[in-house]
């Protein structure tokens, strides 16, 4: 069964510590890793696509990696405005059908204070 | 550009009650998902449509759940009765597959979702 797992469930940092979380998966044939941010009352915001191992992307001070068995996400000189909540997702591989289901992990709360 | 809107925002509603959520996905994206998000149970996939055909229902819970996407630029997501189980915020997501099932890379994006509170 298709599972992901993050750590840690929260993680508090002080404004420019550096700090990375963790998405640990078990797919059948990843087809896709997807990373979302979510803040308080708002749905996720969609951050960044990983298609296969050693593939890395970056968008302001965030970075995403990713290998056959997980991906970290690593921020740099955080700021508080990083705050929120990063949900990590799988989609997995053809199975008898076309699916395009998301596995969602339970994300790590991230709070940067000043 | 607009972005997936969900109304209503917030719906308060009593035991046994019917509710109704409605969604209206990104002009041109061919996939929508329902989502339930708790604090125990997390992100969970409802439903999911491709091209206005529902894909996968096995996420729905009971068969108090229906949802229903007449055309591409509308779904609405029924409870009926209501339970104060059924608390929780109520997403809907769209995305646009380049070639249904083989290669497709879901990149879903979310609406703001819709707080329900069943009393």
């Known amino acids: 069964e298709d599972q992901v797992t993050q750590s840690p469930e929260a993680l508090r940092l002080q404004e420019g510590e550096s700090s990375s979380l963790n998405c640990s998966y078990t797919v059948s044939g990843l087809r896709g890793l997807f990373w979302y941010r979510q803040d308080p009352g708002k749905g996720p915001e969609f951050l960044f696509t990983?298609?296969?191992a050693g593939e890395e992307k970056e968008k302001e001070r965030l970075k995403a990696t990713l290998t056959k068995k997980e991906s970290f996400l690593h921020i740099t000189a955080p700021k508080p405005e990083d705050s929120a909540t990063y949900l990590c997702?799988?989609?997995?591989?053809?199975?008898?059908?076309?699916?395009?289901?998301?596995?969602f992990g339970t994300g790590t709360l991230l709070a940067v204070q000043p | 550009d607009a972005g997936v809107i969900q109304s209503p925002r917030h719906e308060v509603t009593e035991m046994g009650q019917e509710v109704t959520l409605r969604c209206k996905p990104i002009?041109?994206?061919?996939?929508l998902f329902w989502y339930r998000q708790t604090m125990m149970r997390g992100l969970e996939l409802l439903i999911y449509f491709n091209n206005n055909v529902p894909i996968d229902d096995s996420g729905m819970p009971e068969d108090r759940f229906s949802a229903k996407m007449p055309n591409a630029s509308f779904s609405t997501l029924k409870i009926q009765p209501s339970e104060p189980r059924d608390s929780a915020v109520y997403f809907c997501?769209?995305?646009?597959?380049?070639?249904?099932?083989?290669?497709?890379?879901?990149?879903?994006?979310f609406g703001p979702g819709t707080r329900l509170t069943v009393l």
């Open positions: 997501a769209s995305s646009l597959l380049w070639n249904m099932g083989l290669a497709g890379i879901n990149e879903q994006f």
């Open positions: 990983l298609y296969s």
């Open positions: 997702a799988v989609q997995g591989g053809f199975k008898g059908g076309a699916t395009n289901k998301l596995i």
């Open positions: 002009s041109g994206h061919n996939s």
